[in-house]
């Protein structure tokens, strides 16, 4: 494995179950367990009805590309391979979660082409989903 020099995620206590998840290569996501809705990103509370009884379920790790924009200027000096593509990609459950698409050309990425996680193990203990062309 090589050595990772990017930024890494501050895992909290509310996002330790989710990076835990990445950690196994299972794409967790909240779902409340009082109106059944899905959130992401990670919370105390449920964003739909303000409950607190939230669940982690595996998500299909399966959705379509809700927006994109290609990279070619690096924001920092960590993030000097060039180009990339950063997506908001739209999960099957409904949520919309930032990440990174790879194995694609930023030519051939398109708004609402199919996506699938997979995972970047980056260092023992954390990896970080990223998506791939789906079916």
């Known amino acids: 494995m090589e050595t990772y020099t ?5 895992v909290t206590e509310e996002t330790k179950p989710y990076w835990e998840g990445c950690r196994k290569h299972q794409l ?10 899905f959130q992401f990103y990670p919370r105390a509370l449920c964003s739909h009805c ?11 790790g399966t959705g379509t590309i809700y927006s994109f924009s290609n990279v070619y200027r690096p924001p920092s ?7 990339y593509i950063v997506a908001i ?3 099957d459950e409904g949520v ?3 990440s990174n698409v790879v194995n694609v050309l930023p030519g051939e990425v398109r708004i609402g082409m199919r996506v699938k996680v997979i995972f970047e193990d980056i260092h ?5 989903p990223k998506f791939v062309r789906g079916e």
Request: glycine fraction near 10%.
């Open 77 to 83: 000096k960590e993030f000097k391979e060039l180009p």
């Open 50 to 60: 303000l409950g607190d009884s939230l669940e982690w379920v595996e998500a299909r």
């Open 28 to 37: 967790l996501i909240q779902r409340c367990k009082g109106c059944g809705k």
């Open 6 to 10: 990017k930024p890494v995620p501050r």
């Open 89 to 91: 990609i739209e999960l």
């Open 124 to 128: 023992e203990g954390l990896s970080l």
């Open 96 to 98: 919309r979660m930032m």
